[in-house]
């Protein structure tokens, strides 16, 4: 009898939570029929998870992409965040990099399964991003205050990729063109231009910390009336100064023109966060060609909006050098 009570709630609970179409349809984009057979059973996943932690499933967060995100809440009615992978070593370095941020100012793991790739979190409440400032300094400000509580040295047995790796697809954009096995789209003097700042900046880093790589507007939520947590680190061990990347490449025209937005933007780092300037612009020259490497990799055509990233970035490296 309890079976078929169980079984008679599992199917009630599968109905009740519908994978949107377009989620699936974005598994299917990205990883192929797998991707499409594992978002297409997250019902049952979602009814283990509700066993195993206690939870009672609400609603997905609206605007899915690479991961599901579900809207839950604990037995003991606290709000929490059921976020489920199909690529699980990914939110596996997630958690982990969230957990050494731990009481530094980003969201608490509550609870992970790496075999099942779901991880449950504190849910921040009321959860408004950054972006809805619209006065860029004072977001900008903000940035820096979480910035200067976030980071910490990284340890040598650290599991996040380099610098290096990070950027690995100018080097396999470079293997493929050297084999001849793909047309060189990219401007030379650009590709040279990056790979230089790039051996510059990691050869002179003096000190690696754990950085978050995708610290940005969106990433940054507010947590009650005053307070800022952040969301979704990458994980990535390097320069303090590349952390501030992501946020200087959203938003990029609030408040002024590119060019001025950025400017602004590096001065109140600089000032704020003792950063080097031009460190700051190099970085940016290299992830712009990084960037335009991604968007071949990927099938696309729109390279030259990373090399426009780049152009940017130089042109303030110009003026203040």
């Known amino acids: ?31 192929g029929e797998q991707g499409l057979v594992w978002a297409k059973a997250l019902p049952e996943l979602i009814h283990d998870c509700a066993s195993r932690f206690g939870l009672v499933p609400e609603a997905p967060f609206p605007n899915l992409s690479y991961n599901f995100l579900l809207r839950a809440l604990r037995s003991d009615g606290k709000p929490v965040v059921l976020k489920a992978s199909f690529m699980k070593d990914e939110l596996s370095r997630e958690v ?108 002179t880093t003096s ?24 969301i979704d680190p990458k994980g990535i061990v390097g320069d303090i100064h590349f952390e501030t990347i992501q946020y200087l490449l959203n938003y990029e025209d609030r408040g002024g023109g590119r060019g001025q937005v950025l ?23 290299a992830r712009g060609v990084l960037e335009a490497c991604w968007t071949i990799e990927d099938g696309g055509t729109d390279w030259q909006r990373g090399i426009e990233i780049s152009e940017r970035f130089a042109k303030y490296l110009n003026k203040i050098i």
């Not at 078929?4 to 990883?31: C, D, S």
């Not at 006065?135 to 047995?157: G, K, Q």
């Not at 910390?209 to 800022?228: A, M, T, Y």
């Open 207 to 230: 000190e690696n910390v754990l950085l978050h790589g995708d610290l940005h507007h969106e990433n940054i939520l507010l947590q009650g009336e005053s307070q800022w947590a952040v």
């Open 1 to 31: 009898m309890f079976e078929v009570v169980k079984q008679t709630m599992k199917g009630a609970l599968t109905q009740m939570i519908a994978i949107p179409e377009p989620f699936l349809n974005r598994m299917n984009e990205l990883h």
């Open 96 to 203: 982990s990099a969230l957990r050494a941020y731990e009481g530094r100012g980003a969201i608490r793991v509550l609870e992970e399964n790496e075999e099942w790739g779901v991880a449950l979190l504190e849910r921040v409440e009321p959860g408004t991003p950054l972006s809805a400032i619209e006065d860029d300094a004072r977001a900008t400000n903000v940035f820096c205050d979480v910035c200067r509580r976030l980071h910490l040295p990284a340890t040598t047995d650290a599991p996040y990729p380099s610098m290096k790796r990070h950027f690995a697809a100018i080097e396999r954009y470079r293997e493929r063109i050297s084999n001849g096995n793909a047309e060189a789209p990219l401007p030379e003097s650009w590709m040279e231009n990056a790979e230089e700042c790039l051996t510059y900046l990691v050869a």
């Open 263 to 285: 400017h602004n933007r590096i001065s109140i780092m600089a000032e704020r966060l003792e950063l080097d300037s031009r460190r700051i612009a190099m970085w940016g020259i």
